[in-house]
């Protein structure tokens, strides 16, 4: 599943463009495709079809695991889940007619949505695994409204965090893992950046020292930069374009030496999550 890194990465392609693809700033909506109706999460298709033509998008932004394409006067938003993709054609995609949901017919394969913009760009949401969303609505609030704190919110210092940890009897993996805990970190940088912070996955997290909360905080950060920076990981088909893969410290690194310590990273399940963990260096702390 992508997690911040790549929706980051995927969110400023959109916006900014790259030599070989144009960004969507600024482009008029001019037609709808709903190829797949079980992406459409809301409205219906027949409101997304009225209203979403003609709008100017003017911004777009990330929020955790979500991209969001705000509009004149509505916001688009996509959750990739396990496998989806946005990607900017520079032609306009060929008449198509909507699905039934035993038999989605569909300009290409795995392909669930375009929009066709006034000047012949598309963009179009691939996802070969059907779990993708996408919400058309007028306050963004109505679906990323419950998450948490962005990990780099200049609002969340050490105090906060220390006190949001302590606020929690429950182990720091699935911890990380809850949303509405911290947006955006998932399998991959949680196990990454439980190691960087040399704290056990299953530590409790009211019982952390306010010098392991600054750690762990200052190991997030760090991690999802080196990730941003890397464009996130390529570790399945789904997802391109990033290496980060090639710098993990623990996630899907068993039996490799810890960084920290020389150790072996062992594979553990938590919360019924596969979790990679050094059990020399990352020990529980009471």
Known sequence: MPELPEVETIARYLRDGTADSPGLIGRRAARVHLLWSRSLATPSDADLQARLPGQILQ?????GKFILLHFDFDTLLFHLRMSGDLSVKGGEAPEVRADTDSSPHTAALHTRFI??????????????????????????????????????????????????????RRLLKPLLLDQTFLAGLGNIYSDESLNLAKLHPC???????????????????TILGQAIDHQGASID????????QNHFRAYQQTGKPCLNCGGPITRIVVGQRGTHFCPNCQVIVS
């Open 59 to 63: 911004r777009i932004t990330r929020r």
């Open 237 to 244: 088909w789904v997802y391109r374009g990033g290496n980060f």
């Open 203 to 221: 530590q409790p997290a009211h019982l952390l020292l306010y010098p392991q909360a600054e750690a762990l905080l200052a190991a997030i950060r």
């Open 115 to 168: 929009l066709n913009f006034e000047d012949g760009v598309s963009l179009v949401f691939v996802d070969p695994r059907k779990f993708g969303r996408l919400w058309l609505v007028q306050d963004p609030d109505e679906v990323v409204g419950g998450l948490g704190p962005e990990p780099f919110d200049p609002n969340l210092t050490v105090d906060e965090f220390y006190r949001l940890l302590n606020s929690h």
